[in-house]
């Protein structure tokens, strides 16, 4: 079976609630972010500035909510997959005659069973992914509007470390 059929056989809106989720999530933290930000470096907000605290505060309590109830979704969603996968797989090997169970391999069926425990953590780890990748993208752009020369260099220096890495990793490998 397809493995991203099974997440949209579970719910027809799993890609769209992990998009929508993601994105509020990233958006409520890069905004926690640059708020903390404006008031290091003592520049005004642009709009609430006499009520900053209370911008801060909401910001906090939406976060907070958006991704407890993010999390839950996840939590209930990677639960109920991998529960159903492990039940298929135990209903397999119930019907089996033992000789067909010795032909498998008990290592092979307990591969298959840690196969299982892995796709109940792809959720969440597609999401820290992507929670990551829109908060890089988001502090990028806005490293470039603070300062355009500084992040052209930081930027090629990782990319320089990246090339390094990739180089050193190369030549450990063979």
Do not use: C
């Amino acid at each position: 079976m397809n493995f991203f059929t099974m997440f949209r056989n579970k719910s027809k809106l799993f890609w769209v609630n992990i998009g929508i989720l993601g994105m509020i999530n990233s958006v409520w933290a890069s905004s926690l972010l640059f708020i903390i930000n404006k008031k290091i470096s003592g520049t005004p907000l642009p709009i609430f500035n006499d009520h900053d605290w209370v911008v801060f505060v909401v910001l906090l309590i939406v976060s907070f909510i958006v991704s407890a109830l993010f999390q839950a979704y996840m939590i209930r969603m990677a639960y109920n997959l991998g529960n159903d996968l492990a039940l298929e797989i135990f209903d397999k090997l119930r019907f089996t005659n033992f000789q067909d169970y010795l032909k498998y391999g008990e290592d092979r069926v307990r591969a298959v069973i840690q196969d299982v425990h892995t796709l109940q953590q792809f959720p969440s780890t597609f999401l820290e992914f992507f929670n990551s990748g829109v908060m890089v993208i988001i502090g990028a752009a806005y490293l470039f509007l603070i300062d355009p020369i500084a992040a052209s260099m930081i930027f090629s220096m990782l990319l320089l470390l990246v090339g390094v890495y990739a180089y050193r990793n190369k030549q450990i490998s063979y």
